[in-house]
């Protein structure tokens, strides 16, 4: 599709372990940011990225939280050591800055459950 | 980053005009308005962005004042298909940092 895809959509996990999030942006989008929603709330900024580089990893909440893009375009985030506040929907979202508006482009997120 | 402020629920009925204000009274002067909308376990989807004065697009119009430090969204003939989260965020978007700060949004619904 044309869209943003977010894999998987579901992970269910036991607490500590080990989880990745992929997130595959739409074609030619340069910005990608990670973003984390919980019941009833407004996403939660936590990085962004232009190109490969990390713009801004402010929001990333501690060490536990990684995100890669290798080569521009795939980006995956990574969480060590899970714990049950991690649980949450992380939402990837893809743009054409700053070439355009602004607008952001979200995937369906991945609802992430820790036991 | 200017935060903004929204009713956190609002109730309306079908073929209604419905109309969100929203607050941001620390609005810098690069920041422009950009409003979202999101269905539950959808990400959210842009509806409309504008700098001042009113824009109108295929699905909602967007009115700001002379001072900018408010918002209004307005969506005509609203349909059942409109309940969703609407969220209103200020940012400027030629910045190289570019983020936006999302609140908790407002709740619409839209009854028969």
């Known amino acids: 599709g044309a869209g943003v895809s977010q894999t998987p959509s579901n992970k269910v996990t036991e607490k500590g372990k080990y989880v990745e999030l992929r997130c595959d942006p739409i074609s030619g989008h340069t910005a990608l940011y990670w973003y984390r929603q919980s019941l009833g709330q407004g996403p939660e900024f936590l990085i962004y990225?232009?190109?490969?580089?990390?713009?801004?990893d402010s929001g990333l909440p501690n060490d536990r939280f990684f995100a890669v893009r290798p080569e521009g375009s795939v980006s995956t985030l990574k969480i060590q050591r899970t714990e049950r506040g991690d649980s949450a929907v992380y939402l990837c979202?893809?743009?054409?800055?700053?070439?355009?508006?602004?607008?952001?482009?979200f995937g369906e997120g991945s609802r992430l459950t820790v036991l | 980053l200017a935060k903004t402020t929204q009713p956190i629920s609002m109730d309306s009925y079908e073929g209604q005009e419905v109309n969100i204000t929203c607050s941001h009274n620390n609005i810098a002067t690069n920041d422009y308005i950009t409003w979202y909308q999101q269905f539950p376990s959808q990400g959210p989807r842009f509806i409309i962005q504008g700098y001042k004065t009113k824009v109108t697009n295929e699905v909602a119009s967007l009115f700001i004042p002379a001072d900018r430090k408010s918002s209004t969204l307005s969506l005509p003939r609203v349909s059942l298909s409109d309940t969703a989260v609407y969220y209103c965020?200020?940012?400027?978007?030629?910045?190289?940092?570019?983020?936006?700060?999302w609140g908790a949004g407002t709740k619409l619904i839209i009854k028969p």
């Open positions: 979202a893809s743009s054409l800055r700053p070439q355009n508006t602004g607008e952001l482009f």
């Open positions: 965020l200020v940012g400027d978007i030629g910045a190289s940092n570019y983020q936006l700060i």
């Open positions: 990225f232009q190109g490969t580089g990390a713009a801004d």
